[in-house]
């Protein structure tokens, strides 16, 4: 499955953004997807994983109540919307998709990964 990312941009502190994920091929329906991001200097981090239904989400305890995944099985495509955003949310925000039963917050159980969008908050 191939993945692109898009959505992400400049926003102010407080501010929202939408970014979404779209996938190739006829089996999206299938995979557990997920939401990284990397900061400059450390780490990826998870941020949220949604199972392959929906039914069942996961988030870093880092964006709880800020940030919410969601996804649409029927266009192929993640969504992950970013409510009262901070500064520290800066990163270059990655989708993947995992072929794992259960969400995952380890990357290398994701098989494949979109390109990456930044995200910039300003304070």
């Known amino acids: 499955v191939q993945l692109q990312a898009s959505g992400g941009g400049l926003v102010q502190a407080g501010g929202s953004l939408r970014l979404s994920c779209a996938a190739s091929?006829?089996?999206?329906?299938?995979?557990?997807m997920g939401w990284f991001r990397q900061a400059p200097g450390k780490e990826r981090e998870f941020v949220v994983g949604i199972s392959a239904s929906g039914g069942s989400t996961y988030y870093a305890d880092s964006v709880k109540g800020r940030f919410t995944i969601s996804r649409d099985n029927a266009k192929n495509t993640v969504y992950l919307q970013m409510n009262n955003l901070k500064p520290e949310d800066t990163a270059v925000y990655y989708c993947?998709?995992?072929?794992?039963?259960?969400?995952?917050?380890?990357?290398?159980?994701?098989?494949?990964w979109g390109q990456g969008t930044q995200v910039t908050v300003s304070s």
């Open positions: 993947a998709a995992s072929g794992t039963r259960w969400v995952s917050r380890t990357d290398g159980s994701y098989a494949y």
């Open positions: 091929g006829r089996t999206f329906s299938t995979y557990v």
